[in-house]
């Protein structure tokens, strides 16, 4: 089995320190006012802190945190459910360049949290799946089906060549 690592681009790990810190003040502040807890704009920002924690770990754990290739399959390496995709289903896999992916906007997903996950789109590719960690090192993964996956190796020209 071959491995691939995945790193963060800055974006992403500023967003992620950014929502990090706003989380560690939200909590801060329930435990300040801990005497406030029963009146109503208090109750709500405990809420949305527990939103806002349950989100910040469902996606670190959902994280790709790498990509790696065997004889049958390709793993994305997440901490818990790792998403496979068989090789027999694969129509096409290729680099994608950074201009290909201009116009490409979020239909339902992360966009910056730990990385770039669910479902995106753009007029050149269509709907696609995204298991990525920066904007950049594209590698594009048609199916048979028509389906389209996104993934971003720290160096995809080795990802094409493991996968020959």
Request: aromatic share 14%; with cysteine.
């Given at each position: 089995?071959k491995t691939?690592?995945?790193s963060?681009?800055?974006?992403?790990?500023?967003?992620?320190?950014?929502?990090?810190?706003?989380?560690?003040?939200?909590?801060i502040?329930?435990?300040?006012?801990?005497d406030q807890?029963?009146t109503s704009?208090f109750s709500?920002?405990?809420?949305l802190?527990i939103f806002i924690l349950?989100?910040?770990i469902?996606f670190?754990?959902?994280?790709p945190?790498?990509?790696?290739?065997?004889?049958?399959?390709?793993?994305?390496?997440?901490?818990?459910?790792?998403?496979?995709?068989?090789?027999?289903e694969i129509a096409?896999?290729?680099?994608?360049?950074k201009d290909?992916m201009?116009?490409?906007?979020?239909?339902f997903g992360?966009?910056?949290?730990?990385g770039?996950?669910?479902?995106?789109?753009n007029?050149?590719f269509?709907?696609m799946?995204?298991?990525?960690?920066?904007?950049?090192n594209?590698?594009?993964?048609?199916?048979?089906?028509g389906?389209?996956?996104?993934?971003?190796?720290?160096?995809?020209?080795d990802?094409?060549e493991?996968?020959?």
């Amino acid at each position: 089995m071959k491995t691939f690592k995945a790193s963060l681009d800055n974006i992403a790990i500023i967003l992620t320190l950014f929502v990090a810190g706003i989380s560690v003040s939200l909590f801060i502040s329930i435990f300040k006012t801990g005497d406030q807890l029963s009146t109503s704009p208090f109750s709500v920002i405990v809420i949305l802190n527990i939103f806002i924690l349950i989100l910040f770990i469902s996606f670190f754990i959902l994280r790709p945190t790498g990509y790696s290739i065997n004889e049958s399959v390709i793993i994305v390496n997440r901490l818990i459910l790792p998403f496979k995709i068989n090789r027999k289903e694969i129509a096409n896999c290729s680099i994608v360049s950074k201009d290909e992916m201009s116009g490409t906007y979020r239909t339902f997903g992360n966009g910056g949290l730990f990385g770039y996950t669910g479902y995106f789109r753009n007029t050149k590719f269509g709907n696609m799946r995204w298991f990525a960690t920066q904007r950049k090192n594209y590698v594009l993964i048609e199916k048979s089906n028509g389906k389209k996956i996104v993934i971003t190796p720290d160096i995809p020209e080795d990802f094409i060549e493991a996968l020959k």
